[in-house]
Nanobody
């Protein structure tokens, strides 16, 4: 069984910073693409940023220049550094990962974390 556990959320003032972490555990052969999504009240879940196993990154337009995604494969962890936070960044942030469970498998399984609340307010 694979678990993704997020941490680092909280309350921050506009213009502030937070760093989210998501650690993967369980019987994992390899972690492929990993990403962060968010869901605000009354809105659909949306992609924030993603990173491939080769460290190629992709960002939503609304976070470009403010957020940075990175990963540490040895720690099986993906990070989201969030700077210049705005009230509209308030949401539950979810970690997502494509996981190859065994070397013999030709496919990956997709997993979600439980989410961490980020609130940007003065």
């Amino acid at each position: 069984q694979v678990q993704l556990v997020e941490s680092g959320g909280g309350l921050v003032q506009p213009g502030g910073s937070l760093r989210l972490s998501c650690a993967a555990s369980g019987r994992i052969f390899s972690l492929n693409a990993m990403g962060w999504y968010r869901q605000a009240p009354g809105k659909q879940r949306e992609l924030v940023a993603a990173i491939t196993s080769g460290d190629s990154t992709n960002y939503a337009d609304f976070v470009k220049g403010r957020f940075t995604i990175s990963r540490d494969n040895a720690k099986r962890t993906v990070y989201l550094q969030m700077n210049s936070l705005k009230p509209e960044d308030t949401a539950v942030y979810y970690c997502n990962a494509d996981v190859k469970l065994r070397s013999s498998y030709a496919y990956t399984n997709n997993y979600w974390g439980q989410g961490t609340q980020v609130t940007v307010s003065s």
